[in-house]
């Protein structure tokens, strides 16, 4: 490589040097010889990517192998049924949302439905994403209850909708409707709250840095749809905004 540099440069001198003695016809000559060279620069020698472990606090950093994979973290019996818990509830909201449409002609609601609907079905799938990446299954495992047939039974988490709320939702029509989704919005997402909550005060849950970010982002973002929520329910009568 160096000897092939050395020619190079060898090579651009001489055509200089005969440059600057024909200046007549510098234009014509040597700018047609420079752009005819090979190219000159040195090519680095590729590189053994290097893998640093950071040490713990006071300890030094760890040179692994270039073979090292990253690994995820382990999750935590709670983490995962959060999520698989977390993916029942919200698959209730949007269900409640899929009833705007034909209940109510509410413009204000609408909005808030459609953006309800839109936010939590991403989540949905970024929560089975998250528990099938880890091996995990979807579905929340059923509690046995001896004596008991729980197979038509709902599984309900923290502020869902009861089924007799939910039939009242549906018969709802007009300001009816809007009152009952509102409220029923409001209790919903409290519960969700209450989850992120049990979620963060067990020991050792809510480590994973994607489930933390995920679970906080519920946490503000329902908080703010609540808020919308109530002042909703707070301004004239919604039949009046149609």
């Not at 640093?52 to 006071?58: E, L, S, W």
Request: glycine share 6%; with cysteine.
């Amino acid at each position: 490589m160096k000897s092939s540099h050395s020619e190079c440069k060898r090579k651009l001198r001489t055509v200089i040097g005969v440059a600057a003695l024909r200046s007549g016809i510098v234009a014509a000559t040597t700018l047609p010889a420079l752009f005819s060279l090979p190219v000159c620069a040195q090519q680095p020698a590729p590189t053994t990517p290097v893998v640093v472990q950071p040490g713990a606090p006071g300890k030094p950093t760890r040179t692994l192998p270039p073979s090292t994979r990253a690994t995820l973290p382990p999750s935590s019996p709670t983490d995962v049924q959060f999520m698989q818990g977390m993916i029942i509830h919200h698959a209730q909201a949007v269900e409640m949302t899929a009833l705007i449409e034909s209940h109510t002609q509410n413009k204000d609601l609408r909005l808030l439905g459609a953006r309800i609907s839109h936010s939590q079905s991403e989540e949905i799938r970024f929560m089975k994403r998250w528990l099938e990446t880890r091996g995990e299954p979807v579905s929340l495992a059923m509690p046995e209850m001896p004596g008991m047939d729980m197979s038509n039974q709902p599984m309900l988490m923290p502020g869902m909708l009861t089924p007799k709320q939910m039939e009242a939702l549906k018969k709802g029509k007009g300001a009816d409707f809007d009152h009952l989704f509102l409220t029923g919005m409001i209790q919903h997402h409290n519960g969700a709250l209450i989850m992120v909550k049990d979620l963060f005060d067990t020991a050792g849950a809510g480590q994973d840095a994607e489930l933390f970010n995920f679970a906080t982002d519920v946490d503000s973002g329902q908080r703010a749809e609540i808020r919308i929520m109530q002042t909703m329910l707070e301004e004239k009568p919604l039949e009046e905004k149609r």
